[in-house]
T-cell receptor, first 115, second 114 residues
Framework: AQSVTQLGSHVSVSEGALVLLRCNYS??????LFWYVQYPNQGLQLLLK??????LVKGINGFEAEFKKSETSFHLTKPSAHMSDAAEYFC?????????????FGAGTRLAVHP | DAGVIQSPRHEVTEMGQEVTLRCKPI?????LFWYRQTMMRGLELLIY????????DSGMPEDRFSAKMPNASFSTLKIQPSEPRDSAVYFC????????????FGAGTRLSVL
């Protein structure tokens, strides 16, 4: 079965530092890939998605992610963290094989940004 | 558009009581999803509808849970009777289609069953 692994349930960075949140998927057929962000007491909001085309995807708030088929990865990055980036980030996939075409979420990574 | 609207935002109830969570999807969206979020299990899809018809309820934990969508602008998730282990945040989401279409989430209902 398809699975999504987010390495590190908690990540802490200094303001202005690089943000790197890791996501790996398990299927041999690359799925559709998504990153969602959840701010405290709010619902999930789409940051970016990859379906086809350019493997480097730019999203909102300065985030981007790169699809690497050889590594089955879709890591999320931001060059310079801001205090307002503190939130929980979820990687999610929609498998393109097996007839299961619903979002499967990773466990989430909580990002803390300190001054 | 106001986005996906869920009510109530918070619900505190006692074990054994009936709980009804409500959702208004974004107008024009054909798909509606109910998710549950807990620390232990993360985000789980409970059920989803297409054009008001339940398509997949395999994520519904047990018969105490039921969901309806009487029309395109309203859905309910009901728990009867509620148990403390049902305590979680329940999200509703809607989208234009499955697969690569974006799902838009409501702010969630935080349920506490005492």
């Amino acid at each position: 079965a398809q699975s999504v692994t987010q390495l590190g349930s908690h990540v802490s960075v200094s303001e202005g530092a690089l943000v790197l949140l890791r996501c790996n998927y398990s299927s041999s057929v690359p799925p559709y890939l998504f990153w969602y962000v959840q701010y405290p007491n709010q619902g999930l909001q789409l940051l970016l998605k990859y379906t086809t085309g350019a493997t480097l995807v730019k999203g909102i708030n300065g985030f981007e992610a790169e699809f690497k088929k050889s590594e089955t990865s879709f890591h999320l990055t931001k060059p310079s963290a801001h205090m307002s980036d503190a939130a929980e980030y979820f990687c999610a996939v929609i498998p393109l094989s097996g007839g299961y075409n619903k979002l499967i979420f990773g466990a989430g990574t909580r990002l803390a940004v300190h001054p | 558009d106001a986005g996906v609207i869920q009510s109530p935002r918070h619900e505190v109830t006692e074990m054994g009581q009936e709980v009804t969570l409500r959702c208004k999807p974004i107008s024009g969206h054909d798909y509606l999803f109910w998710y549950r979020q807990t620390m232990m299990r993360g985000l789980e899809l409970l059920i989803y509808f297409n054009n008001n018809v339940p398509i997949d309820d395999s994520g519904m934990p047990e018969d105490r849970f039921s969901a309806k969508m009487p029309n395109a602008s309203f859905s309910t998730l009901k728990i009867q009777p509620s148990e403390p282990r049902d305590s979680a945040v329940y999200f509703c989401a809607s989208s234009l289609a499955l697969a690569k279409n974006i799902q838009y989430f409501g702010a969630g209902t935080r349920l506490s069953v005492l």
